[in-house]
């Protein structure tokens, strides 16, 4: 009688606690918020709301429907039904960059990212951001990045060796059956150039970055290389579950050592390690070459990001308030090679993909690119190429690596101005959104970047060509560094390594065009953007066989 009694008030708890949070999902916090008005989808699960739907698909799949329904400014169903933000207005997106510090990152997020990063300046909120960024900046000047294109290509020259070798053992299958010529592994497997150009951009960043050999391009076992692979994977299942939004929300789940969490915490513990000795030899550059106590700032050779960024923090005119202690030192290292090499490496494998799609494109890159007639090309003459410029701009547009920017906002109100109006669920029309504080915004960078209304009716359109035309007002619309585009975002949280990575992926363009050709395996297989963090490729179909890129890699003819 007793388990009876029992069972049942356990039972009627279960049902009161699902109803509240029933009640609350669908009903009260979407009233609750000063989202209200815009419309947006139904909530596909009470607690999750609509992430889990978002997440799961295609990267501007959810989006892009959501968009044809609603408009560029909706908002969809969060955690509990909290209504999120979404939008690709570019005056939202102008808004929110530009007061980046009223709409940090996002509780999760930066979380998340800590685990995998340390406390470096891509958690950094506030005044400690404003002081990371300062003395990081300068270590990625124009300037600074000239002296490193003699890396960008040394290493592009040993990437296109590592394809052509592979790509040649698998060329030599060929054989007749019954009269027929059979085909050759390369045309039918092709070269994984997204596996090779990872690893070239891991060592680039590392080379460039640090000084430092990570050698992944001949050694795949090599350890900073593994433990990177390992913590960008990680990423998915950490983010992707229900659990992980339990982890969160749920204190007692953060005390669980998680199998996930594991990748993560050894890409940072890899770069602790390598980081330790290498802050120490540039540490001891520095007073070593100061002639006293005082160092200046000619007083370190290394041209390195970590050696530029120890002299800047060492500099004797820098208060000591302002300078980073070494762990905080020691985390811009695992920040750089998370930031730096697998953004731009997937850049790269989507620009190969977009060659091998469009053989005339690729021919007037190659042509202009042949017309340089030196192997190892300064920066200046990279830049002065207005094809390449144009076809890096397109493919960043397309194909971000970087799908999403995540905010949440501290301002106890604040209203968001619109370019364009929508409609609100009472049918007035909505000009400028009011939100409140702990509302999260959801910026979708990726269709951000393909909104019509921002770069014209053919904005799905892979036309590199639209960049040498007259720029509209409609492309000076999105306030960004590079490309009137959403892809390095903008304002103070703005990536400042978008003059290496467009250095690095020019370096590689001019190194590889010049050798090899890209055309498409003879399935012709289609490949679709899957993100969490970074928007990797798959093939459709071949889904468990993970991310990858495979594509026949010839001499030029
Ligand atoms: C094509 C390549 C790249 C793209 C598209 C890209 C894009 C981005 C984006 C979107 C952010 C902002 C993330 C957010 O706050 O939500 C960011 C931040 C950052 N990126 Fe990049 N990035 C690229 C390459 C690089 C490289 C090569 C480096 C370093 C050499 C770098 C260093 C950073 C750093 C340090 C931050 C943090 C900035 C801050 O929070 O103040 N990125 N990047």
Redesign the pocket.
């Known amino acids: 009688m007793f388990i009876l009694v029992l069972l049942t008030g356990a039972l009627g708890l279960a049902a009161f606690s699902w109803a509240s949070i029933a009640f609350f999902s669908l009903y009260l916090a979407p009233r609750r918020s000063s989202l209200y008005n815009l419309q947006g989808p139904n909530h596909t699960n009470y607690f999750t709301g609509n992430f889990l739907d978002i997440l799961s698909a295609r990267t501007d799949e959810e989006h892009a429907k959501y968009r044809e329904k609603y408009g560029s400014t909706l908002r969809f169903a969060g955690i509990a039904g909290a209504p999120v933000l979404n939008s690709t207005d570019p005056k939202v997106f102008n808004h929110v960059m530009k007061e980046a510090y009223d709409y940090p ?1 996002p509780g999760m997020a930066a979380r998340v990212l800590r685990i995998a990063t340390g406390d470096g ?2 958690t950094a909120e506030g005044e400690a ?1 404003k002081r ?2 300062r003395i ?1 900046i300068p270590s ?1 000047s124009a300037q600074a990045v000239k002296s490193m294109v003699p890396i960008f290509l040394e290493k592009g020259m040993e990437l296109v060796d590592k394809m052509m070798e592979d790509a040649a053992e698998k060329d030599m299958a060929v054989g007749e059956s019954a009269g027929e010529k059979k085909a050759t592994r390369l045309e039918t497997e092709g070269v994984d150039v997204k596996d090779w150009v990872g690893r070239a951009t891991l060592d680039v ?1 590392a080379l460039a ?1 640090f000084d430092y050999k990570s050698d992944s391009l001949q050694n795949k076992t090599n350890e900073l290389y593994v433990a990177f692979v390992g913590l960008t994977d990680g990423f998915a299942p950490t983010l992707d579950s229900f659990k992980a939004i339990m982890w969160d929300f749920v204190p007692y789940f953060r005390t669980m050592k998680r199998r996930h969490e594991i990748p993560l915490t050894q890409g940072l513990a890899v770069s602790r390690r390598v980081g330790i000795e290498l802050m120490e030899q540039k540490k001891q550059a520095v007073l070593g070459s100061a002639s006293d106590q005082a160092v200046d700032k000619k007083d370190v050779q290394g041209r390195d ?1 970590l050696s530029l960024l120890v002299r800047a923090n060492i500099a004797a005119n820098l208060p000591e308030s302002q300078k980073l202690s070494d762990e905080e030192v020691l985390a811009q290292i695992s ?2 090679l998370f ?2 090499y697998e ?2 490496s997937t ?1 790269l494998t989507w620009m190969f993909h977009r060659l091998s799609e469009d053989k005339a494109v690729q021919d007037k890159l190659r042509e202009e690119i042949c017309q340089i007639d030196t192997d190892m090309p300064t920066l200046d003459e990279l830049n002065a190429l207005p094809y390449l410029e144009a076809f890096v701009k397109e493919s ?1 547009r397309l194909d ?3 799908p999403y ?2 905010r949440e906002c501290l301002k106890d109100e604040d209203f968001i101005p619109l370019a364009e109006p929508v409609i609100g669920r009472d049918g007035s029309v909505i000009n400028e959104v009011r939100i409140t504080k702990g509302t999260m915004v959801m910026l979708p ?1 990726f269709n951000i970047n393909r909104s019509k209304f921002i770069y014209g009716e053919d904005a799905e359109e892979f036309r590199p060509e639209r960049w040498l035309e007259d720029v509209t007002d409609s492309l000076n619309s999105i306030e960004a560094p590079y490309g009137h585009q959403a ?3 903008s304002g ?7 003059r ?2 467009v250095a ?2 020019k370096a590689f363009l001019f190194v590889t065009l010049r050798r090899v050709q890209f055309e498409p395996i003879i399935s012709h297989p289609e490949y679709e953007h899957i993100t969490l963090i970074i928007s990797r490729p798959r093939i459709v179909g071949r889904e468990k066989e993970g991310y990858q890129m495979r594509l026949q890699v010839k001499p030029v003819e």
């Open positions: 990152k300046v891509v951001h990371h960024r990081m990625l960043m970055g990001i920040n750089l930031a730096g953004t731009s850049v960043l971000p690596p970087s920017a995540n960078l892809s390095f975002i103070p949280r703005a990536c400042f390594g978008w290496f990575a690095e992926m």
